[in-house]
């Protein structure tokens, strides 16, 4: 009887733990996505460089959104070189799209470039229209290497 109680014990833990798998994966599937890219109320998103598009120069690149509430947004990027090279570079696009968009708007937009360094890093702090999803695009450079990163959209109230 004991082994038979543990036994139903058993799975209705293992029903509840699939069901729970299930109600998340449900959830994730169902966020707007615009150019690959979740429109999500979370407070921060990173990307990085996808692997396969890397050179003998250019060893990763990062882009960050992050909301900070009121109107503020921080956005950056930065680009690592495998080694020294002659010019590393990080180009910034902070996009926006409203919920029910199919493009991003492009919003602000600068570049850095460094000599004889392996990294590079850009970011700003800045004042933002609240009620939209933002995102950052990143263009990594290290001499003639050249990918790209991008964001999850984050919410900004």
């Known amino acids: 009887m004991r082994k038979r109680m543990a036994s139903i014990g058993c799975t209705f833990l293992l029903l509840a733990c699939l069901v ?33 598009t890397r050179g003998e120069d250019l060893m990763t690149g990062y882009s ?17 070189a495998a080694h020294i090279v002659e010019k590393v570079g990080v180009a910034v696009m902070v996009e926006r799209a409203l919920e029910g968009d ?20 850009s970011n700003k702090k800045m004042s933002v229209e609240s ?5 950052v695009r990143c263009i990594h450079s290290a001499n003639n290497d050249v ?5 999850n959209g984050v919410y900004v109230e």
């Open 147 to 151: 990918s790209s990163s991008f964001t």
């Open 20 to 52: 729970g798998v299930v109600s998340v994966r449900t959830e994730a599937e169902e966020l707007p996505v615009i150019d690959h890219s979740y429109l999500t109320h979370e407070t921060e998103s990173v990307g990085e460089v996808l692997r396969n």
């Open 102 to 121: 199919t493009v991003w708007e492009f919003y602000d937009g600068w570049q850095s470039f460094h000599e004889n360094t392996d990294r590079i890093a």
């Open 64 to 80: 960050k959104v992050r909301s900070l509430g009121n109107g503020m947004l921080y956005a950056g990027g930065s680009t690592i």
């Open 131 to 135: 009620g939209y999803y933002y995102r």
